[in-house]
């Protein structure tokens, strides 16, 4: 009868290591977990921040495009006034044929040439004057069209900006939803694991229930 106490009781240790061993692991198991679920947390939080600044960053840029977008309209118009002011302005056509129209031989009768007053002058320096207009109003011109094609070429840069932006919130976002995710699977894996916490002191009968059911 001792014999069979010994052997039930040497049994009963070896159990009870297994069982310490046991809840060891699982708390490690529990510990681990909880230190994943945390990192996972401050992961989301620091998403969530950087889509949040991003979101900013887009709607910054979209005010941005929308300014430059009116100050294309702008400079087009512009470049319409200006192009309307050279269709009206005398061409340099009618430059030439003044000058030609004064510059004909008109001898007196002594045979010399009268002098031209500063009346007789006044039509060849409207005539100057215009043609310097024209060449003026064509250089700025096309100023007005490089500075709207450079526009356009800032509004293209802006809007592809805009799109890697919003496929890099997109992909926070699905980030965020795996994060999310793996976060609730692991937690109902330590749940179902640890459906209840044993006491500090326990009886040998609730340890090896707890193990061994």
Same mark, same amino acid.
């Given at each position: #009868?001792?014999?069979?106490m010994?052997a039930?009781?040497?049994q009963?240790?070896?159990?009870k290591?297994?069982?310490?061993?046991?809840m060891n692991d699982?708390r490690?198991m529990?510990? /681990? *977990?909880q230190?994943? $679920?945390?990192?996972?947390? /401050?992961?989301?939080?620091?998403?969530?921040e950087?889509m949040n600044?991003?979101? /900013?960053?887009?709607? #910054?840029?979209k005010? #941005?495009l929308?300014?430059?977008? %009116?100050k294309?309209?702008?400079t087009?118009e512009?470049l319409k006034?200006v192009?309307?002011l050279?269709?009206r302005t005398?061409?340099? %056509?009618?430059?030439?044929?003044?000058f030609r129209d004064?510059? @004909?031989?008109?001898?007196?009768?002594d045979?010399?040439e009268?002098?031209?007053?500063s009346?007789?002058?006044?039509?060849?320096?409207?005539?100057?004057?215009?043609?310097? /207009?024209i060449?003026?109003?064509?250089?700025?011109?096309n100023?007005?069209r490089?500075y @709207?094609?450079?526009? &356009?070429?800032k509004?293209?840069i $802006?809007?592809s900006?805009? @799109?890697? $932006? *919003?496929?890099e919130?997109?992909?926070?976002q699905?980030s $965020?939803?795996a994060?999310?995710?793996?976060?609730?699977?692991?937690?109902? %894996?330590a749940e179902? %694991?640890l459906p209840?916490?044993?006491?500090e002191v326990a009886?040998h009968?609730a340890l090896? &229930?707890?193990?061994?059911?």
């Open positions: #009868m001792l014999k069979n010994r039930q009781i040497e009963l240790k070896s159990e290591s297994r069982m310490i061993k046991r699982v490690e529990t510990e /681990r *977990n230190r994943e $679920i945390q990192n996972l947390r /401050r992961k989301k939080k620091a998403a969530q950087r600044r991003l979101e /900013r960053t887009s709607e #910054m840029q005010i #941005m929308e300014k430059r977008r %009116k294309v309209l702008q087009n512009k006034s192009m309307a050279l269709k005398t061409t340099p %056509k009618l430059i030439a044929k003044a004064h510059s @004909a031989p008109n001898n007196c009768e045979g010399k009268p002098r031209r007053s009346d007789d002058l006044s039509p060849i320096y409207d005539e100057v004057f215009a043609s310097e /207009r060449n003026s109003t064509c250089e700025i011109g100023e007005l490089g @709207a094609q450079a526009l &356009d070429d509004i293209e $802006i809007t900006e805009i @799109a890697c $932006i *919003n496929a919130i997109h992909s926070l699905s $965020i939803a994060d999310q995710e793996e976060n609730y699977i692991k937690t109902d %894996k179902k %694991k209840f916490i044993l006491p009886s009968e090896y &229930d707890y193990v061994f059911r």
